[in-house]
Structures are given as C-alpha cells and as structure tokens.
C-alpha cells in the first residue's frame, strides 16, 4: 500500500510550490516527487481527507498576502485555482480547515492576527472575522505580536492560538455567525514564544511548544470552560546544546503514550513519554539526517514518521516503533526543497 503526503514549502531556492510524494508502506521508501501546483512559496497547507480539496497560504503577483483554495481535477490529475482572497501585507503562516463547518482558520506572524473564513465544497473563500492580537514581550523577536497557531481544539468547542510574539495562548468561541470572542488568554514565561499546540488524545491535556525556549509545557485543559492550567515545562534540548535551537513542530500519538517534537538548530525529533497525569518524561533525541527540521509527521498507521528539512532539501523517513516510541531511520537522502510541512492524506 503506498500513502500520498502533500509538501509545502518556501521557494527561496530550488522549490517551485507545493509537491506530493508517495510512502511505499511495504517496501518502507519515499518515492515519486512531484510538483503538484508552481506557486510563490505555499509554506502551509490544508485540506480534506483525500485533499481532492487543498488550502494554501499565498502570494498574489503584487505582493499581496493570503490564502488559495484548489480543487483536484480528476481528468487531469492535477490541481486547478479555484479561489484567492488577498490583503495588503504579509501572507499567513498557519492554515487549517474546519470541514464539518466549511471553515478555514488562519494565524499570520507578522500582523499578529488570526482569520476565519467560510468556504465551500467547491473551495469559493470569503473572510467571515478576524482578531488582531496586541502586546509584547522580552525577546528581541518579541517586539510585537506573532500569531503562529490558529486551530480548532479536538472537541471543536473552541479555538486556540499561540502567539510566539506576546507569549500567550488565546482561547476563542466562535458563534454561530462565525466571529470570534476571546474566552480566555494564558500568559506563559516571558521569552517562550509559544509557536504551536497539540491536544492528548484524551481531551485532557494539551502541550504547547516554544519556539524560542525549547521547551514543551504541559497544561491540563478544562473542556468544559476552555482553560488551560500549565502543570509542567520540560526542555527539548540537552543541557550540553548552547548554540542556536528553535522549537517547530510537535505531534502526539492517537494511544496518548507519545509526544514528539522536532527541534532546528539541534535538528532532532526529541520523544517523550507521556504519564497518566499528562506529564512529559525524556525517552531520547532521535537526529533528523538534515538541517532545520521545520515539520515532520506520522502516517495515518502510526508506523512511520517523516521528516522535512527546509535548509538541506531533504525527506527522512523512520519506522516508529509502537510499544516504546523509539524512531529508527530507513531513509534520509530524498530529495524535496525547502519543506516546511508535512501532511499526510487520511
């Protein structure tokens, strides 16, 4: 059986747009990169479960941020543009689709704001709200706020944010009209940058990833009234790592045992266990075989990682092993440019 994963990327260098490669489950390879749309650096990508239907962060010829929505052709077996919506200034980094309501959220760094938009089955997009965060914090990259997480919790009674800019979570309740209501903001340590959120399995526990301290804070989370209550901050580096390490991605297994994160700089996939408490303890750092794993993920089965290097154009694939959550490498010379995210197709 072979499983199709769907690449965004920047296009600084050697990328053209968004590509797909495909996961030979038998044979355990990466193979067949294809470009799938030539568009100006797609870095996040969205969609249903097939991606018949695909959203994608976006540039307009002038310059223009936003979003484009695709649709596959099943003659052609290609993608073909089916909406666009711009605004002056800087495109989103974060885009995710809410499909039971026809929905797509949007976090954007540089204006500090996240978006929701209503969309359909044929992809038409319309912007429906939007919330400009403000404040600050005390790293030089914190001048301002830097929405880079706006998502859907695993409930769907709530959405969250994570702004690497003011070092805050932000709860929302989206109403019925679909605008957006803070419901709640968490302030973490000054200088953690939060940059992206994972939910255990359970609904209980959430983990929250710094990007600037390395580290994972653990949160219980009331889904009743949608707070958060952090109860442990773990690193994601070793002690001897001085020099440069940016937190990116995290992911968490669907049994709960397993949390991942991949770190730039130190370029590793640091796993932890997870405790029934929620709490986080060190299993290993697993080298990613490549610079600046800006994203990485596991395949529907859960038996197989993939990671994505933005500044050595590379794809590696592990085998992830169930019971105690050890990666063991299979690949690490598949050449994709410039990723920075991974999205299997359920």
């Keep these: 059986m072979t499983q199709k994963i769907m690449l965004g990327t920047y296009t600084k260098r050697k990328s053209n747009g968004i590509y797909s490669i495909e996961l030979d489950e038998q044979n355990k390879q990466l193979t067949g990169l294809k470009e799938e749309v030539n568009v100006e650096s797609p870095t996040y990508l969205a969609g249903n479960d097939d991606y018949s239907l695909l959203f994608s962060i976006a540039k307009s010829s002038d310059g223009k941020g936003g979003i484009t929505s695709y649709k596959r052709s099943n003659?052609?077996?290609?993608?073909i543009e089916a909406d666009s919506v711009f605004e002056e200034g800087a495109p989103p980094c974060y885009i995710a689709y809410d499909q039971s309501r026809n929905l797509v959220y949007t976090a954007n760094y540089h204006k500090g704001e996240v978006c929701?938009?209503?969309?359909?089955?044929?992809?038409d997009l319309s912007l429906a709200d939007k919330h400009t965060h403000s404040g600050k914090s005390v790293h030089e990259n914190q001048q301002s706020p830097h929405a880079h997480y706006f998502d859907l919790t695993p409930d769907g009674q709530f959405l969250?944010?994570?702004?690497?800019?003011?070092?805050?979570?932000?709860?929302?309740t989206l109403d019925e009209e679909n605008k957006l209501t803070v419901s709640d903001v968490i302030s973490v340590s000054p200088g953690t940058g939060p940059r992206h959120v994972v939910f255990h399995p359970n609904n209980r526990f959430a983990y929250v990833f710094g990007e600037l301290s390395s580290d994972v804070i653990v949160f219980s989370y009331n889904n009743q009234n949608g707070t958060l209550s952090p109860i442990q901050t773990i690193s994601s580096i070793p002690k001897e790592h001085e020099s440069f390490n940016g937190g990116?991605?995290?992911?968490?297994?669907?049994?709960?045992?397993?949390?991942?994160?991949?770190?730039?700089?130190?370029?590793?996939?640091?796993?932890?266990?997870?405790?029934?408490?929620?709490?986080?303890?060190?299993?290993?750092?697993?080298?990613?075989?490549?610079?600046?794993?800006?994203?990485?993920?596991?395949?529907?089965?859960e038996r197989f990682v993939v990671v994505g290097h933005q500044d050595s154009d590379n794809l590696t694939l592990f085998e992830r092993n169930e019971q105690d959550g050890t990666l063991s490498l299979l690949q690490k010379d598949i050449f994709a440019p410039e990723v920075i995210c991974v999205k299997f197709q359920s």
């Design 75 to 79: 003659e052609t077996d290609s993608y």
């Design 116 to 123: 929701v938009y209503t969309t359909s089955d044929e992809g």
């Design 160 to 172: 969250v944010a994570c702004d690497l800019g003011t070092d805050e979570v932000v709860m929302y």
């Design 248 to 301: 990116a991605a995290i992911r968490v297994s669907s049994d709960g045992k397993f949390v991942y994160a991949s770190n730039r700089g130190h370029d590793s996939i640091v796993i932890y266990a997870v405790a029934e408490d929620g709490t986080l303890s060190l299993i290993n750092y697993t080298p990613t075989e490549g610079e600046t794993p800006r994203d990485f993920n596991l395949d529907p089965t």
